[in-house]
């Protein structure tokens, strides 16, 4: 009796080993699982911090699926269009299939329109060539207008 | 464009860290696996020896705990993974240490409350450790001074001469040594990362830096290369290469730098075959130990039987004979485990190293800064390559160098250094969740 239950111990200990493998790896995988969840569009610059990640607020649409004070965040290089594969799909005739590019370099938050036919716009100014998003910008595309937000918490935008 | 994204929209971005529900369930599961190791070591025993097993064993799972508690209690946000992992190495090691020489299982496990209270002291303390790149040539300077000790007033201990004997115990300073070194590299790639990663005069059809940029870097590289060969201390010697390389990429993403570094660790490395008896020994039963099973190739021999031995599910625990194994309760403790938990408890060992540096990549990745992800980077390689080196030394994968296994080996100063390693990655995580 003694000494099963010693080699029970033994073999237990082996097995302990064990369990705590599988319950470490599994905790780790939902982890992951939470993780892509709350953030997902994942993979951001290192030097920036989560706080002051860039957003587009709409802030004026007359389409069913975007309404107004609905947030993107922009954690990495975005596409703007009417393609159903876009970042942002802006289902507008107004839009084309690719509309627009936002992407962030250094820090900074870069829009460029990427060959529309109806031309992209920063606070109602054709954009030309790749410009910079300020906190505040408006930016339109056919008939939907975000709002660029870079510091979300300290403006009260949208409730 | 590359690849589909998908941007929906958010109400709110932050995370549930905070509780540290999973750090206690796996600490508890910790604190079984060592109770289980104690007690089939000594349930048919009695003395006095049982009564100090039994209460190093259960101190060691309620420091672990009482560690949790306080963090949880003052708000800690490190990494929830690394101390459990860590708990069930240190376990391993402890219990086999009681297992091989209960007189090395008393001394690791004063070392053990000894480290943990360093782990903490490092939250605690450095949990601001940005002021720690703004020192960078003092570290340097210090480095310097702790690898040239041991050469005039150091001991020598298995072929190697980098102890320091101060009577009662004995410290090891490449093993703090190393984290300085981290520390200095982090810092100073972290601020020349561009000039090096861009090049400023070109060689054919390579870009190289400017001299001046590199030199501080070449000079502590040499140096510290050098006193190694003259402390014989090849383990280190390697882990400390591997590490720089490791970082230089990782700042600059350059593989030039990997090949320059590869070609000049090839030429050292045959020099140095060349220039001294121990390091061609050791290549010379790497690569056919049994011609020389008596003399120098005893040990590894002994090392590839009691592995061999061990199976797949392992004698048993307590039932093996690793003590044929010299030196086995340090540099060979990994043949000891497969030797009585078999082929599943070495395999089990390694995916737990694996975890740590898997945590530690992805430390880094989430790191605020250059300073804190070249650190993180630095720390998880030095990690690595330590068990990377003495795992595949005990298993002839390749030649021997005595370096320890992290946190399972006997060696306070390898605990205290790998404790203070630890607290700096959980540290660097803190400051990485803390802003979600």
């Not at chain 1, 997902?40 to 587009?56: N, V, Y």
């Not at chain 1, 300020?134 to 595309?141: F, H, N, Q, S």
């Not at chain 2, 990362?193 to 590199?214: I, K, N, Q």
Request: neutral net charge; charged residues 15%; aromatic residues 14%.
């Amino acid at each position: 009796m003694f000494a099963v239950l010693l080699l029970i111990l033994r073999y237990g200990f082996l097995f302990l080993l064990g369990i705590f493998i599988v319950m470490l790896v599994k905790w780790m995988v939902s982890d992951l699982y939470m993780e892509q969840e709350l953030r997902p569009a994942g993979q951001k610059e290192m030097s920036e911090t989560k706080a002051d990640t860039g957003r587009l607020v709409v802030i004026n649409s007359s389409l069913a699926d975007l309404n107004y004070g609905d947030t993107f965040l922009i954690d990495r290089d975005i596409i703007l269009g009417r393609d159903s594969g876009s970042s942002i799909v802006i289902k507008d005739t107004f839009a084309s299939n690719q509309h627009a590019r936002v992407f962030v370099r250094q820090g900074q938050y870069w829009l460029e329109d990427i060959g529309s036919t109806n031309g992209t716009f920063v606070n109602e100014a054709q954009v030309k060539q790749p410009v910079v998003l300020a906190d505040g910008d408006r930016l339109r595309v056919g008939s939907v207008t975000f709002q660029f937000v870079r510091w979300g918490h300290e403006v009260g935008l949208y409730n | 464009m590359s690849g589909v994204y998908y941007a929906a929209p958010h109400s709110n971005i932050r995370g549930s860290a905070g509780s540290r529900a999973v750090e206690k369930k796996l600490l508890f599961l910790a604190a079984l696996y060592l109770l289980a190791g104690i007690m089939s070591l000594y349930l048919d025993e009695s003395g006095a020896l049982v009564i100090i097993a039994v209460v190093a064993g259960l101190s060691v799972a309620v420091a672990f705990l009482l560690i949790h508690i306080y963090w949880k209690a003052s708000g800690f946000r490190g990494d929830h993974y690394l101390l459990p992992v860590t708990a069930v190495l240190i376990s391993t090691g402890l219990v086999f240490l009681f297992r091989l020489d209960p007189y090395y299982g008393i001394r690791q496990f004063i070392w053990i409350l000894l480290g943990l209270g360093t782990l903490v002291f490092t939250s605690r303390v450095l949990v601001n450790f940005r002021f720690l790149g703004d020192y960078k040539y003092i570290y340097a300077l210090l480095g310097l001074i702790a690898l040239i000790l041991p050469i005039f007033f150091g001991k020598v201990q298995g072929g190697a001469k980098s102890w320091l004997d101060f009577g009662f115990f004995q410290l090891q300073p490449s093993e703090f040594v190393k984290i300085l070194l981290v520390l200095f590299l982090a810092s100073y790639l972290a601020e020349n990362r561009a000039v090096l990663s861009a090049g400023t005069r070109s060689l054919g059809w390579v870009s190289l830096p400017d001299p001046r940029e590199c030199a501080p870097m070449v000079v502590m590289w040499g140096i510290s290369l050098l006193l190694l060969v003259f402390q014989r201390d090849l383990g280190a010697a390697l882990i400390y290469f591997g590490t720089f390389l490791a970082m230089v990429y990782a700042a600059t993403a350059r593989i030039f730098y990997i090949l320059f570094g590869l070609g000049f660790f090839m030429a050292g490395a045959s020099v140095s075959y060349f220039l001294f008896d121990h390091v061609r020994d050791r290549v010379l039963i790497w690569l056919n130990p049994w011609p020389y099973i008596d003399n120098i190739g005893y040990q590894i021999t002994q090392s590839l039987f009691a592995i061999g031995s061990g199976g797949i599910l392992g004698a048993g625990f307590g039932q093996g004979y690793p003590g044929y194994i010299p030196l086995v309760h340090s540099d060979f403790i990994f043949s000891a485990i497969c030797e009585e938990l078999g082929l599943l408890g070495g395999a089990g060992i390694i995916i737990l190293f694996m975890i740590l540096i898997f945590r530690g990549i992805k430390i880094a990745l989430h790191a605020r800064d250059e300073f804190s992800a070249l650190t993180a980077i630095g720390l998880t390689s030095l990690l690595g390559l330590q068990t990377f080196v003495i795992i595949a030394g005990v298993t002839r994968l390749l030649p021997l160098t005595g370096v320890t296994l992290p946190y399972i080996s006997y060696g306070g100063s390898s605990l205290l250094a790998n404790f203070i390693l630890l607290g700096l990655l959980l540290n660097i995580s803190h400051e990485a969740n803390d802003s979600l």
